[in-house]
């Protein structure tokens, strides 16, 4: 008992310890969207390519098959790095729709999309950058999850990285499918 | 002068850095940007995390400064254009957590640890006066012992 005693605090510390410890490799960026299992909010954006009449809308999302929302710009370096895994998504059949946050001058989304490849089904406009904030946009890139009904199922912040890819969005995109 | 250089460079480094928030984000009515600036500075920057939106530089922050200004000019309360940013953003951007079943344990954790550091500190100094107490007082021989040696000491 009083050995017990002694030991309790020492033991409580050092679990204390091994929490924080373990926090220090965490994300500090990697928040849960506010939207996790809600639809999106209502939105509509102009498109970004000449060519398209429509952008991007909240009702785009969720017709029946897991998709991807993926927030960009072309002021962005990591957009880079996410860019080619994004490509090849879009050559599996992963439905990726676009949102171009905050560029800066009109038409500079559209022409780093023709020089760098173009993986998205729908892509959107938000010059001023509200419209992403309305689903709680911290940054770019950023990637949302969106499952069958529409809802938000995961948020990524960063670039999506092929390790990224392969542990986390693909197989959360499988379970998804495979949910009814 | 020479001497007065350090000073005032010394000085110029502690200058304060002025609020971030801009002269052409402020309202016109001086009542409703002072409840905007008091709400901005209890909003953390979700870009830097450890800064308020009044606070920071972000880009981010201002939009947020922005909307914020918006949404109180549109004739909101305080409580309704707090929650459009947490909202949007979560809890988290609250710098003061509410009071919640998942945040009981971030506002009384520290009063717990006392509670029971306490408890424990009480048991252990009890236990060490008891066994003070159960020694009791010296018998004839230590008595004698001791007497022996405060003696000897006096010698030495």
Same mark, same amino acid.
Not at chain 1, 136 to 141: I, K, L
């Given at each position: 008992m009083k050995r017990l005693l002694f030991i309790l605090p020492v033991v409580g510390f050092v679990a204390l310890l091994a929490v924080f410890f373990l926090g220090l490799g965490r994300d500090p960026r990697a928040l849960p969207s506010a939207f996790l299992d809600k639809p999106l909010p209502a939105f509509t954006v102009g498109p970004v390519? +000449? &060519?398209?009449t429509v952008g991007l809308s909240n009702t785009d999302f969720g017709k029946g098959e897991p998709m991807l929302l993926n927030v960009f710009a072309s002021w962005c370096g990591p957009c880079r790095v996410e860019h080619p895994v994004l490509m090849r998504l879009k050559s599996e059949g992963v439905i990726i729709h676009g949102l171009d946050w905050k560029?800066?001058?009109?038409?500079a989304g559209f022409r780093w999309l023709s020089q760098n490849g173009d993986p998205y089904v729908r892509v959107g406009d938000d010059p001023t950058g509200r419209t992403g904030i309305e689903f &709680?946009?911290?940054?770019?890139?950023e990637t949302f999850v969106i499952d069958k009904q529409g809802r938000v199922r995961y948020r990524h912040v960063g670039a999506v990285t092929p390790e990224v890819w392969e542990q986390k969005l693909a197989p959360l995109m499988a379970k998804l499918r495979s949910e009814s | 002068m020479k001497r007065l250089l350090p000073i005032v460079a010394a000085l110029a480094l502690l200058a304060g850095p002025a609020a971030a928030v801009n002269p052409d984000e402020q309202l016109a009515d001086p009542k409703l940007e002072a409840r905007a600036l008091k709400l901005s500075q209890e909003?953390? #920057?979700?870009? #830097? !995390?450890? !800064?308020?939106i009044d606070d920071s530089d972000a880009e981010l922050a201002r939009d947020l400064r922005l909307i914020l200004r918006e949404r109180i000019a549109a004739g909101d309360t305080d409580e309704q254009a707090m929650d459009h940013i947490v909202s949007r953003y979560?809890?988290?951007?609250?710098?003061?957590? +509410?009071?919640?079943w998942d945040t009981v344990l971030l506002w009384f954790g520290p009063v717990l640890v006392l509670v029971l550091g306490g408890v424990g500190a009480a048991v252990y100094v009890r236990g060490r006066s008891s066994t003070a107490a159960a020694v009791g007082a010296l018998n004839a021989d230590e008595e004698a012992e001791l007497a022996r040696m405060l003696d000897g000491d006096k010698v030495g």
């Open positions: 390519r +000449p &060519g398209d560029e800066r001058s009109p038409g &709680g946009v911290a940054g770019v890139p | 909003l953390r #920057c979700v870009v #830097c !995390q450890n !800064q308020s979560g809890s988290f951007v609250q710098l003061r957590p +509410p009071l919640r």
